[in-house]
């Protein structure tokens, strides 16, 4: 996220991205290879978001800032899944 981060601005991203998802989705049975890499981009994306909105708020929560919460890169945040 390049403008400053807010939970407002990652609850927004996270919207928009879920909106888009669910057009790829719409009135399609069979998906192109393209919109399948879309969607596991998107996907990858959100993980991200929701684990940037996480530490935000457990930072706040703890009373501490939450503009140092960091957007992970997608290969820790997905490798939380294998864990």
Known sequence: ??????D??????IERLVAEEKKLHDGHDD?????RNRLVQINVELDRC?????QRR??????????????RLA?????????
Do not use: I
């Open 31 to 35: 998906l192109s290879a393209t919109d």
């Open 50 to 54: 929701w684990d940037l909105l996480r």
């Open 58 to 71: 457990a930072l706040r929560e703890f009373g501490r800032d939450p503009d140092q919460a960091e957007t």
């Open 1 to 6: 996220m390049t403008e400053h981060t807010t």
């Open 8 to 13: 407002q601005n990652v609850l927004g991203h």
């Open 75 to 83: 290969s820790v945040v997905e490798n939380y899944k294998d864990s």
